[in-house]
């Protein structure tokens, strides 16, 4: 018998109001080792109930459907606790929607334009709880934190607060940061809330950029 220890397979629903992209997407995903197509869905209510009903790892989330956009699925899974990660696929790159998707609780946010390894990079990472952005994306936030001038800059952080945002930016999920630090996953969460406010930031994306930004983490 074989020892080999195979990779978790991650489960992926498509969204997106265009049958052709799903079918597109479905073909490239499904030749990538270890990602399997749950399935697919044209419409927010389509997008949730499929949710709902298959248990998805990653859902790859078109913005804007036939009956609402891509923010209101987001918030409605968020609201059931459904588990998936988000990975936001999308033409659009305004900060509106940017921002909506990423408060939300989007884990990445990706254009149509994207390369192949890239989205599966994405993909893969989502997976595991990490954020990916699209370069274009990356500089749309970058802009944004330094023409808005923050109430909180990180010198009004605790050591302990610039810790689990240094594990932040180095992509460490809140059971990694817990361990590292030796918390409960409580505690990281709690501080986790007082770093969003203190930084006057909405998501872990967000908080990486601005750690980036003021040299507390090297980008990669």
Do not use: W
């Not at 265009?18 to 419409?43: K, M, N």
């Amino acid at each position: 018998m074989s020892n080999i220890r195979m990779l978790p397979e991650i489960r992926v629903l498509i969204v997106d109001d265009h049958e052709l992209v799903r079918e597109g997407l479905t073909l490239l995903l499904e030749e990538a080792e270890g990602i399997v197509i749950a399935g697919q869905a044209g419409s927010v209510a389509q997008a949730v109930a499929q949710a709902q009903a298959l248990q998805p790892d990653v859902v790859l989330l078109d913005m804007m459907l036939p009956d609402g956009d891509g923010v209101s699925v987001i918030q409605q899974l968020k609201t059931k606790n459904n588990p998936a990660r988000i990975v936001v696929l999308t033409s659009f790159a305004e900060d509106e929607k940017i921002r909506g998707a990423l408060q939300a609780g989007a884990t990445g946010y990706l254009l149509k334009d994207v390369l192949r390894h890239d989205l599966l990079a994405a993909i893969r990472a989502a997976a595991e709880g990490r954020s990916t952005l699209h370069p274009v994306i990356q500089a749309h936030l970058l802009q944004q934190l330094s023409q808005h001038k923050l109430a909180s800059p990180l010198d009004v952080l605790t050591e302990r607060e610039h810790d689990v945002l240094k594990a932040v930016a180095e992509g460490l999920s809140n059971k990694e940061i817990a361990l590292s630090l030796g918390l409960t996953l409580g505690t990281v969460k709690g501080y986790l809330n007082t770093i969003f406010g203190k930084l006057n930031v909405v998501s872990r994306t967000e908080a990486t950029l601005l750690a980036i930004r003021h040299g507390l983490v090297t980008p990669n």
